[in-house]
């Protein structure tokens, strides 16, 4: 399954929302699809699993929604930490497969 | 709560055999975890290469399951990855990770792998 993921860049200010879009090439069985932040130099941070789950400790302001083929991750009241690679993952079909991530910058 | 640590050579030759081993600390590895692979350059960017379950069953992603050996020390508490005939194209960045499912929550810091002669 190809993950593409939009916009390739989103640049806003702190406090705005940011809201991720990632399209599967098919449907995602059993909406399997986690959210992950990259920040530079680190490994990824998962963020959600199962679509709308939210991992523990990750602030509430993360949100994931979507079935099927579609699937957003929502940022709401941005803060400038969450300047960040963000991909999505589809684990319902193997081979699990990653998107090319959106970058968010927050300034 | 889990964490993982990468270890390994950091420079491969063209031909040769990536060899990487991942140290678990704060939980077992005979848990019911996945314990996987995942890899990432600037070009490809995250790429799953496979995991192997605490009963020892295997799953890897098919472009490289002729290349690939995963396995689990239980006596040590950890699990590695073997990769054969490396070309400059499995340069990347690699990640141990697990988590109950196929999504990982914890990963290593990640360990850069060099293919070059």
């Known amino acids: 399954i190809v993950l593409t993921q939009s916009p390739g860049t989103l640049s806003l200010s702190p406090g705005e929302r940011a809201t991720l879009s990632c399209r599967a090439s098919?449907?995602?069985?059993?909406?399997?699809v986690a959210w992950y932040q990259q920040r530079p130099g680190q490994a990824p941070r998962r963020l959600i699993y199962?679509?709308?789950h939210t991992s523990t400790a990750i602030p509430d302001r993360f949100s994931g929604g979507g079935s099927g083929q579609d699937f957003t991750l929502t940022i709401s009241r941005l803060e400038p930490e969450d300047s960040a690679l963000y991909y999505c993952?589809?684990?319902?079909?193997?081979?699990?497969?990653f998107g090319q991530g959106t970058k968010v910058e927050v300034k | 709560q889990v964490q993982l640590q990468e270890s390994g050579p950091g420079l491969v030759k063209p031909s040769g055999t990536l060899s990487l081993t991942c140290a678990v600390s704060?939980?077992?590895?005979?848990?019911?975890?996945?314990w996987g692979w995942v890899r990432q350059t600037p070009g490809k960017g995250l790429e799953w290469i496979g995991e192997?379950?605490?009963?020892?069953?295997?799953h890897y992603n098919p472009s490289l399951k002729s290349r690939i050996t995963i396995w689990a020390d239980k006596s040590k508490n950890n699990f590695s990855l073997n990769l054969t005939s490396v070309t400059a194209a499995d340069t990347a960045v690699y990640f141990c990770?697990?988590?109950?499912?196929?999504?990982?929550?914890?990963w290593g810091q990640g360990a850069l792998v060099t293919v070059s002669s």
């Open positions: 199962g679509a709308l």
């Open positions: 192997i379950y605490h009963s020892g069953s295997t």
């Open positions: 704060g939980g077992s590895i005979s848990t019911s975890n996945w």
């Open positions: 990770t697990s988590g109950s499912s196929s999504s990982p929550l914890y």
């Open positions: 098919q449907s995602v069985a059993g909406n399997y």
């Open positions: 993952q589809q684990y319902g079909s193997s081979p699990w497969t």
